[in-house]
Nanobody, 115 residues
Framework: QVQLVESGGGLVLPGGSLRLSCAAS????????MGWYRQAPGKQRELVAL???????NYADSVKGRFTISRDYAKQNVYLQMNSLNVEDTAVYYC?????????WGQGTQVTVFS
C-alpha cells in the first residue's frame, strides 16, 4: 500500500504557473502508474496526466502543451508542472497511484486561477 501527500496548490492569475508535488511512501514507487486527476465543483473527477510504470506519459487534451508530469524515482515524488493556467483549470488536484487497477489517492490540493 502506498501513501500519497500532495503539495503546491494555491492561487494564481491567468497565464501563471504552478508546480504540484506528490510524495509517495510505503511501497515501491516504480511499480505504480502515477497520475494527476482534478475535480472542479459540480464536475466529475478527470484524469489530467499519467506517468506509467513503463515510462510513458499521457495527457488530457485540455492540458496538452501546458502541463508536464514527471517522476523522481530516487525521492519517490511525482510532479505536475502547470503553465499557462486559465480559469478552467481551477479544481482540486489529486495524486493517484494505480497498481493493476487498485487505486490509491492523496488528500488533494486546491488550485484556483482567478482574474
Amino acid at each position: 500500500q502506498v501513501q500519497l501527500v500532495e503539495s503546491g496548490g494555491g492561487l494564481v492569475l491567468p497565464g501563471g504557473s504552478l508546480r504540484l508535488s506528490c510524495a509517495a511512501s510505503g511501497s515501491d514507487f516504480s511499480v505504480y502508474n502515477m497520475g494527476w486527476y482534478r475535480q472542479a465543483p459540480g464536475k466529475q473527477r478527470e484524469l489530467v496526466a499519467l506517468s506509467t510504470s513503463g515510462g510513458t506519459t499521457n495527457y488530457a487534451d485540455s492540458v496538452k502543451g501546458r502541463f508536464t508530469i514527471s517522476r523522481d524515482y530516487a525521492k519517490q515524488n511525482v510532479y505536475l508542472q502547470m503553465n499557462s493556467l486559465n480559469v478552467e483549470d481551477t479544481a482540486v488536484y489529486y495524486c493517484n497511484a494505480d497498481f493493476f487497477g487498485v487505486h490509491f489517492w492523496g488528500q488533494g490540493t486546491q488550485v484556483t486561477v482567478f482574474s
